[in-house]
């Protein structure tokens, strides 16, 4: 079955868009743990992160440093926490999370920001 992400790869669910190749995906997760929280995904639907050929995944963690250094540019953070849990969606995926320090990295905490803030942040990291 095609995953939420395939979907919103291809275009048929809307997105806030951070990059994009041929290969990857990155946009903003709408129940971030902080703003500017972004998910990379690979366009081909692979359900776990090591499933993924070397190359693919080679590919992806330099395409992740990509998203990551433009978020760290643009939001202005101390860093960008890298997780893979893999759990929440059969889709391989990155998140890129803008911290200040090691409590901002809490799963539990989500944010409810709305179409506005997430346009806006989606704008300043393209």
Avoid at 54 to 69: C, P, R
């Amino acid at each position: 079955m095609e995953s939420i992400f395939s979907r919103i790869a291809k275009g048929e669910i809307p997105s806030y868009k951070v990059a994009e190749n041929d290969k990857f995906y990155a946009f903003l997760d709408i129940n971030p743990i902080q703003m500017g929280h972004t998910l990379v995904i690979p366009r081909e639907q692979t359900d776990y992160i090591f499933d993924l050929d070397d190359q693919t995944l080679s590919e992806m963690i330099v395409f992740a440093k990509q998203v990551a250094k433009q978020i760290q540019t643009k939001l202005q953070c101390n860093r960008v926490a890298v997780a893979v849990i893999g759990l929440e969606v059969p889709h391989a995926h990155i998140h890129l999370i803008p911290i200040n320090k090691e409590s901002d990295l809490d799963f539990k905490k989500k944010l409810a920001p709305t179409q506005d803030e997430l346009t806006q942040i989606a704008n300043r990291l393209q």
